[in-house]
């Protein structure tokens, strides 16, 4: 089994930035594809962002483009969201994903963190 664990969430004022961090461990596969969704009260899980296993490519949703950035270091499984600009509705439990393959879509995986919540205040 996969072990996805995410950090760095918090409360933070409109126009700042926070960093989050999902650490993967367990069981080692060739190739995956890491995203971050998350779920604010009242409404569904959504996609933020998704990043190929080599880095290369990276998707994001239209919400966030411009002031969110996926990185990944596979040397230490850890995927990081770095997060710009934030806006209140940006408040939300965000999520780590793992899906297996390659392709960057929006479609989660079947791996999840627990989640950590990001709490923007006006």
């Known amino acids: 089994q996969v072990q996805l664990v995410e950090s760095g969430g918090g409360l933070v004022q409109a126009g700042g930035s926070l960093r989050l961090s999902c650490t993967a461990s367990g069981r080692a596969f060739s190739s995956y594809v890491m995203g971050w969704f998350r779920q604010a009260p009242g409404k569904e899980r959504e996609f933020v962002a998704a990043i190929s296993w080599s880095g290369g490519t990276t998707r994001y949703a239209d919400s966030v483009k411009g002031r969110f950035t996926i990185s990944r270091d596979n040397a230490n499984n850890t995927m990081y969201l770095q997060m710009n600009s934030l806006k209140p509705e940006d408040t939300a439990v965000y999520y780590c994903?793992?899906?297996?393959?390659?392709?960057?879509?929006?479609?989660?995986?079947?791996?999840w963190g627990q989640g950590t919540q990001v709490t923007v205040s006006t």
């Open positions: 994903n793992l899906r297996l393959g390659f392709r960057v879509i929006t479609t989660p995986g079947n791996y």
